[in-house]
């Protein structure tokens, strides 16, 4: 699973680039995403893209509806025959009241459940690891204090750290509950990502820039991430990283059946333990 997502959880969806790679943990316990008032009520539809390094084509897409006190992330990448064409590679229901996500893989009919415990153990060792690292943009990324970093400007963010800017321009959303909800989502997710596909940049930085986006009402419209690997000390340039995010206040036609099609793969997909999911498919010889 993906960053819908700061940084937004789509970026937490790409395949590694080497020091580029944001997939880590972050300190997020799923009581607190216990629905309030009328939330299960609340509907909500945000549609992302990923670019990397000013390409006009995604890299990967996904779409994320909010119904009934859920949130449904479906996760598509390009085929690799290309022609605008892509695949449903994941499914990922966040279930808050039950502290718990089931993340679904439809190609090979296998599902995961995974438990807030699990998470939050997750969360306190490697956020001890790093900050304990070398490395001077892993130890900064494991937080806990970013206010030095940070510069607001109307709806804009920036957050600059030792070989890394972080740029967030946001939206106001319609209400205060839903810019709550999405902001619990987008921690969700990267932690979700950070257990599935460890390594790379830890994401309390993320998580920091969602509080503050959230506190001012708003949800991420655009996150780029500008990374400078260690090779840009001889002239390398710093790779970029942009997700885009289109937010709907309701369902349009055709996502209440796709929820019913991602609940019929969860009730039918196999039931599996992490590292069972988590193997590689066999290739095909």
């Not at 020091?19 to 609340?42: I, K, P, V």
Request: glycine share 6%; hydrophobic share 45%.
């Amino acid at each position: 699973m993906g960053q819908s997502g700061i940084f937004l959880a789509m970026f937490d969806r790409l395949p590694c680039y080497a020091t580029a790679c944001l997939l880590a943990a972050a300190l997020f316990s799923f009581a607190a995403a216990t629905s309030r008032g009328d939330e299960s009520e609340a509907m909500l539809r945000v549609e992302s893209e990923v670019f990397v390094d000013g390409e006009k084509e995604p890299v990967a897409r996904s779409l994320t509806l909010f119904r009934n006190g859920l949130a449904w992330d479906f996760l598509e990448q390009p085929k690799a025959a290309g022609k605008g064409e892509s695949d449903l590679t994941e499914i990922v229901l966040h279930d808050p009241v039950r502290e718990r996500a089931v993340v679904v893989d439809p190609k090979r009919n296998l599902k995961t459940q995974i438990d807030s415990l699990r998470l939050e153990r997750l969360s306190a060792s490697l956020s001890a690891w790093a900050r304990k690292s070398d490395d001077r943009l892993v130890r900064w990324a494991g937080g806990p204090d970013f206010g030095d970093g940070f510069r607001e400007e109307d709806s804009k963010l920036e957050l600059v750290g030792p070989r890394v800017r972080y740029e967030v321009e946001f939206a106001t959303a319609d209400s205060e509950d839903d810019a709550q909800r999405y902001r619990r989502f987008a921690d969700t997710a990267m932690l979700l990502k950070a257990l599935l596909h460890p390594g790379g940049i830890p994401p309390f930085p993320r998580l920091a820039i969602n509080r503050r986006v959230a506190a001012l009402g708003g949800i991420p419209a655009t996150v780029t991430l500008e990374i400078d690997s260690k090779a840009a000390l001889v002239g390398a340039r710093p790779q970029v990283m942009r997700s885009v995010h289109k937010v709907h206040p309701r369902l349009v036609a055709g996502d209440l059946q796709r929820i019913e099609d991602a609940e019929a793969h969860i009730a039918v997909a196999e039931q599996v333990d992490l590292a069972a999911f988590m193997e590689p498919p066999a290739v095909a010889q």
